[in-house]
């Protein structure tokens, strides 16, 4: 039995010894979440909602989708409504989320170009990059003085340019700020007497983006809108007729769960493809 005890904690040992000698590659946190999570985490950060994280957004999907499925299927006693209107509740946590993230988006795009003339007219002053950047948490946009405000006190308190600057990328989640933030650390890193002229022609390619955008945006709203009602017109009606419990005994069959989950595909994929075709693509974070 001590035989096999030492031969146990030896060839452990060797083990060990041998793994080490293949260390593992080191990740960011970023890249060892899903893209879903990254994805969501984006969202929370663009709507403003920086106390909250992705899992405690599921969590609350969960809640959602639990309580509308416990109720529904009380007032109606027909499970197969009851999931079709809990899924639809599951997703209203992301789905306000996202809707608020792409205002708010729309929103800050237009704010973007005067942030920048502001770090530039700073530069232009002689301030310094970090100096520049600090004073947009005074007089920079509203909205933007509090992530600004924030990469001013780390800085003060690290002193690492570069390392701020990645905090504020986090905090901004931003695609605009990721395209100021990695111009700025260039300029840091290789200096130059080209960052006023980048910064205006920046922000002139800001403008005209945004001044474009809103006016497709106004012109297929339409499409959008019209799929929106569309989807929701034949599930208001199941609604309806959820609160007479004897006009939807039909539904509690085997033909009438195959009826629900048809209609329910078809809503999900012709939503899908009309906001495709209406909608305008959003812009990545490919410098993250």
């Known amino acids: ?9 030896l060839g452990a040992g060797v083990f060990l010894i041998w793994w080490s000698c293949w260390p593992r590659e080191e990740r960011e946190r970023v890249q060892r979440e899903s893209r879903v999570m990254r994805g ?42 009851a999931l079709c209107f809990a899924v639809m509740a599951g997703w209203v946590p992301v789905a306000v989320v996202r809707v608020r993230a792409r205002s708010r988006r729309a929103h800050l795009r237009d704010l973007w170009p005067d942030a ?12 310094a990059l970090p100096e520049a950047l600090a004073q947009l948490s005074v007089r920079g946009p509203e909205e933007l003085r509090p992530a600004f405000a924030d990469f001013a006190s780390d800085y003060r308190t690290t002193g690492r340019f570069n390392d701020c600057l990645d905090r504020l990328k986090d905090r901004l989640a931003d695609p605009v700020g990721d395209r100021l933030v990695e111009s700025l650390r260039i300029a840091r890193e290789v200096g130059g007497s080209d960052l006023g002229s980048l910064l205006r022609t920046l922000s002139t390619f800001l403008r005209e983006d945004a001044r ?23 599930w208001i009606v199941l609604a309806l007729l959820s609160t007479r419990p004897e006009s939807v005994q039909a539904y509690n069959t085997s033909t009438g769960v195959l009826v629900l989950a048809v209609g329910a595909v078809a809503t999900v994929v012709a939503y899908r493809i009309m906001v495709r075709i209406g909608r305008l693509p959003e812009e990545e974070r490919v410098l993250r």
């Not at 039995?1 to 904690?9: D, H, N, Q, S």
């Not at 920048?116 to 301030?127: M, P």
């Not at 012109?219 to 809108?225: E, H, P």
């Open 1 to 9: 039995m001590t035989g096999v005890l030492v031969g146990a904690i």
């Open 212 to 234: 474009t955008r809103s006016e497709l945006e106004t012109r297929q709203s339409w499409t959008v809108n019209a799929a929106r009602l569309a989807v929701a017109a034949p």
């Open 116 to 127: 920048v003339d502001n770090v530039t007219s700073a530069v232009r002053a002689g301030l």
């Open 40 to 81: 969501l985490a984006d969202d929370l950060a663009q709507a403003g909602y920086r106390g909250i994280g992705p899992r405690l957004l599921l969590a609350a999907c969960g809640i959602a989708f639990l309580l509308i499925f416990l109720t529904v299927t009380a007032l109606t006693g027909v499970p197969a409504i």
